[in-house]
């Protein structure tokens, strides 16, 4: 007579825990990360040897055949009304007079010519942006 006890399966380890903490991480990395929108339009910048940061709160896009884009608006006069529109936002507690305006940060593709890119200048300045900083990439290679 055998009376030796009978080996009991051991119980399989359960994964749920770990699965609900990797549910719980992925959920709050999604919740607390900042997705920036994409471009309006597709852009190669210009490079640049020297990486500066940009501080300009006005994201403003120049493709290469001239098409301007600022958010939601495309075309030239759509642009420039909008601008004008953001620029009233922005200064409306009056902290924006002279020379100390809302500067834009301008990408512009890299053929781009010159002559639009001075021609644009004025415009914005007359508006009321006194300062356009120009968004190059850094590094070698396209």
């Known amino acids: 007579m055998d009376f030796s006890d009978t080996p009991r399966p051991q119980p399989a380890e359960t994964v749920v825990p770990m699965i609900n903490v990797v549910f719980l991480l992925l959920i709050f990395f999604l919740m607390t990360a900042e997705i920036a929108p994409p471009d309006p339009i597709e852009l190669e910048l210009p490079e640049a040897g020297a990486e500066a940061e ?6 403003l896009y120049l493709a290469k055949d001239g098409t301007l884009a600022f958010r939601d ?8 009304h909008a ?16 020379a100390s305006g809302p500067s834009i940060a301008m990408s512009a593709d ?6 639009v890119l001075a021609a644009l200048l004025p415009k914005l300045a007359a508006l009321g942006f006194p300062k356009v900083e120009l968004v190059t990439r850094t590094g070698g290679g396209s």
């Open 54 to 59: 940009i501080t300009a709160p006005l994201p």
């Open 73 to 80: 608006a495309q075309g030239e006069e759509a642009v420039l």
């Open 110 to 115: 890299r053929e781009v010519p010159a002559s």
């Open 83 to 98: 601008l004008e529109l953001e620029r009233i936002d922005l200064c409306a507690d009056g902290g924006c007079i002279g």
